[in-house]
């Protein structure tokens, strides 16, 4: 199965990175193909960032998003921006500290509010990544940890290994109250 | 120390720039001279982190003229040279890749394409290169130029490039594109390579004169003696004898000359051309493309296989030399062949060319850095 992975955000938020991990964790240490182009240039520090990530069972030819399954947001200008070609059911994750969630439902994950009250508000993407990973299981989080742990200076690694397994509470936090929610309007 | 010793684990999570870098230290190369540019900067970047664990040397030079002549005079110590540019600066490369080629020296220059002319799109794909590849410099001459279509072919197409640059003594250039350059995917680094080194001299300093050919090997190609080596050597850009001097009159000394330039390349066609071929025997329709247009061309032959259609795909991953003979026969086998490529249409004149008219050929063209997507080319098809 082919998923594809839009992740977008400000230049500075981590939104390559965050990228980089989430292919490494599914290519190297869960045996799938993966690939991962990214926007690249002017929009450095400040402007609307994007990576795009395909994972497969089989070989990628087409490396770029067709319709996307997932789609992440950091910022509401790389939202507005980069929201288009997502499929219908597609999943959405946002940060509620920068842009108002969807009507029809998103996984709003308040990543950056989380990383402040961590210390740092550079670990919002890793938060992102964890709880992406707990609701989707494109990847899955034992990859992630190794993925990071082979990856990020052993100065950084322990914050970044526990903002990986908030986000993962923070997931299933999401995911239980979406449930609560469609329980609801049904 | 080995290469092997420095690049860490042999599978690696990596972009297509990398794996250049990789597969140049593999090969050998320990000189790298450079100007850096959108998007070819990562491989003066990690050139300059490797090399000098390896003992070789990097170089940031102040522009593309003097990094090319810095690898043709380092090549001539004997190492093994690379550099790596952009659309811009291989139009300033060009002169001195001419020199290259007249002088016989082996050095290896990777084009990472993006949208020109001039400046253009720096930070979008392309392969507006391509004839600028072959045709680029002034004068009559046969050039080697490979393609990659993902980021382990480009690891293994540098490692090539630097054998049939040694093998050849001729600049062999590798055609990236910004896509596959930035992409990241898994490499497996390979083991037990075969790498190749120019054929050296060794017969008595009195006899050696450095462009007769066949001291050591019945070939067109001269044997190697470094400068610093002990033997007598010359070179010039200036049409030239067998000891190396200008002789810049005489009609059949040049004529010999560049026609032993251009033939040591075309006689061994079926040794450098490689291309990759899918579905070939029973095709009525061939796509062929090259670099990243050619891996939404595969899905796009996946895609018609599953519609039943008889289509071949085949991936120009050598662009020069030209083998007009494989394009003529299957010209005799298919009803039409589809040409992808991110540009107006370049490789798609030299295909046309050799299918003479036996069939049908079309172009796929994408510009402004858009890759095209499998449904343009099975629009194609059907």
């Given amino acids: 199965m082919r998923r594809e992975i839009r992740i977008t955000g400000s230049g500075g938020q981590g939104i390559i990175t965050a990228g980089y991990l989430l292919g490494k964790a599914a290519s190297i240490y869960d045996g799938k193909i993966s690939t991962q182009i990214q926007s690249y240039g002017p929009e450095a520090r400040g402007g609307a960032s994007k990576t795009e990530i395909i994972i497969s069972d089989e070989d990628i030819y087409y490396p770029y998003i067709q319709m996307a399954d997932i789609f992440i947001s950091l910022s509401q200008e790389a939202y507005e921006r980069y929201r288009r070609d997502v499929k219908k059911d597609a999943a959405i994750f946002i940060d509620p500290t920068f842009i108002r969630p969807e009507k029809n439902g998103c996984y709003s994950i308040p990543a950056t509010e989380e990383a402040i009250k961590m210390g740092s508000q550079i670990m919002a993407n890793i938060i992102m990544l964890g709880a992406v990973a707990q609701i989707t299981g494109v990847v899955s989080i034992e990859s992630l940890q190794k993925s990071i742990r082979s990856t990020i200076n052993e100065r950084f690694l322990e914050m970044n290994i526990n903002a990986l397994l908030k986000g993962c509470e923070l997931g299933k936090r999401a995911l239980e109250e979406n449930t609560i929610k469609a329980t609801a309007s049904d | ?382």
Wanted: proline fraction near 5%; aromatic fraction near 10%.
């Fill in chain 2, 1 to 382: 120390m080995d290469a092997y010793d420095i690049l860490g684990p042999s599978e690696q999570y990596i972009q297509g720039d990398k794996a250049c870098v990789y597969g140049a230290l593999i090969a050998g190369c320990r000189f790298f001279a450079g100007y850096p540019i959108t998007p070819a900067t990562e491989i003066a970047e990690e050139m300059s982190r490797f090399l000098p664990k390896l003992g070789g040397t990097y170089i940031q030079m102040e522009d593309e003229i003097a990094s090319m002549g810095a690898i043709i005079g380092a090549s001539w110590t004997g190492k093994k040279t690379m550099t790596a540019t952009s659309g811009p600066g291989f139009s300033l490369m060009q002169e001195n890749i001419g020199y290259a080629v007249m002088t016989e020296t082996p050095c290896v220059i990777v084009d990472v394409q993006r949208g020109g002319p001039s400046t253009g799109q720096p930070t979008m794909s392309s392969q507006g290169d391509v004839m600028q590849a072959r045709y680029g410099s002034h004068g009559d001459y046969e050039i080697i130029a490979l393609c990659p279509s993902s980021v382990q072919e480009t690891l293994e197409l540098t490692i090539r490039a630097f054998n049939l640059s040694e093998k050849y003594r001729v600049p062999v250039i590798l055609m990236m594109d910004e896509s596959i350059g930035h992409m990241r995917e898994k490499i497996t680094i390979p083991k037990d390579v075969l790498i190749a080194n120019r054929s050296t001299v060794d017969i008595s300093y009195a006899y050696y004169r450095p462009f007769r050919t066949g001291y050591m090997h019945a070939t067109k190609i001269p044997e190697f003696a470094p400068f610093g080596s002990g033997y007598k050597t010359f070179i010039t850009g200036l049409t030239h004898d067998e000891d190396g001097f200008p002789t810049t009159v005489n009609p059949k000394a040049h004529s010999d000359l560049i026609k032993r330039l251009s033939e040591k390349i075309t006689d061994n066609i079926d040794d450098i051309f490689y291309v990759n071929n899918k579905h070939l025997e029973y095709a009525e329709i061939a796509v062929i493309s090259y670099g990243i247009s050619a891996r939404p061309s595969l899905a796009a032959v996946n895609m018609a296989q599953k519609l039943e259609k008889n289509v071949a795909f085949i991936n120009l991953n050598t662009l020069w030399p030209f083998n007009y003979e494989f394009i003529s026969e299957l010209s005799k086998q298919v009803e039409k062949i589809i040409v992808v490529e991110m540009n107006m249409g370049l490789m798609y004149h030299s295909i046309r060319e050799a299918a003479e008219g036996r069939c049908d050929v079309v172009l796929v063209s994408s510009l402004g850095g858009r890759v095209p997507t499998p449904k343009d080319i099975v629009e194609m098809i059907k």
